[in-house]
């Protein structure tokens, strides 16, 4: 048998990249696949993520060939996805928030009044779209036949984001100054942890007079309580 001698096998060298082990004999397609592989399935992400891994133009070309392969989904322009897997169901697609927060880059989201209304029982009406309250700038998108919408609103009106008591404070502006009462209070409380309802109250000094009334009488009626 003939030996090739003075020859050594190839050597993977790698290098850290913002918490990326990037190993410089692998194309720029193989280190997509590899990370994308690592992250949790069902996280929806974008071509940003791997910003360092190739140039733009790579990184598109080579989401573009997984999804035709099958490897990932393309859920809305410049949102992919590596699909989670129920043997029941086959593949599942994230839940609409978890797109909008990817799309949203980093901006605040916030439950739509309308939604956040009727998840405290406060109206029987659901919503005919999905629209969320952002702190960046109004977005639309598609996700298959539905069109999310992402709707600026006021850093004010954004106040308690992210938690039940923003989602409450959401429904109360939706509801607005003539729907508001001390019952509506009274049924917010009955929905909210003591903790989160707290915080609600605490909040008065960012609401308009006719919400923080509202709370105002609310104690009035239950100070014997």
């Not at 609409?96 to 009044?113: M, R, W, Y």
């Not at 989602?167 to 009955?190: C, D, F, K, M, N």
């Not at 915080?199 to 014997?224: G, K, N, Q, V, Y």
Request: with cysteine.
């Amino acid at each position: 048998v003939a030996r090739i001698t003075g020859a050594r096998a190839p050597r993977a060298s790698c290098r850290m990249s913002d918490n990326l082990v990037v190993f410089s004999d692998m194309s720029t397609a193989e280190l997509i696949r590899e990370h994308i592989y690592r992250l949790p399935a069902g996280e929806p992400f974008t071509p940003a993520s791997f910003q360092n891994l190739g140039s733009r133009a790579a990184v598109d070309q080579s989401l573009s060939r997984l999804a035709k392969a099958g490897f990932i989904t393309r859920i809305t322009r410049g949102v992919f996805v590596r699909p989670a897997e129920n043997r029941h169901l086959g593949k599942v697609m994230p839940e609409t928030s978890k797109v909008a927060n990817t799309v949203a880059k980093g901006a605040t989201l916030q439950v739509h009044g309308a939604e956040a209304a009727r998840r405290f029982g406060l109206t029987t009406q659901a919503p005919t779209q999905s629209v969320f309250y952002t702190s960046g700038p109004t977005k639309r998108f598609q996700m298959g036949k539905m069109e999310v919408v992402l709707k600026h609103r006021s850093a004010r009106k954004m106040a308690l984001a992210n938690r039940p008591a923003g989602e409450a404070l959401s429904a109360l502006w939706y509801l607005g100054r003539h729907e508001v009462t001390p019952e509506t209070i009274a049924q917010i409380r009955r929905k909210l942890p003591a903790v989160e309802f707290k915080a609600l109250i605490e909040a008065r000094a960012s609401m308009p007079w006719w919400m923080a009334d509202a709370f105002h009488r609310h104690e009035r009626l239950t100070a014997h309580e």
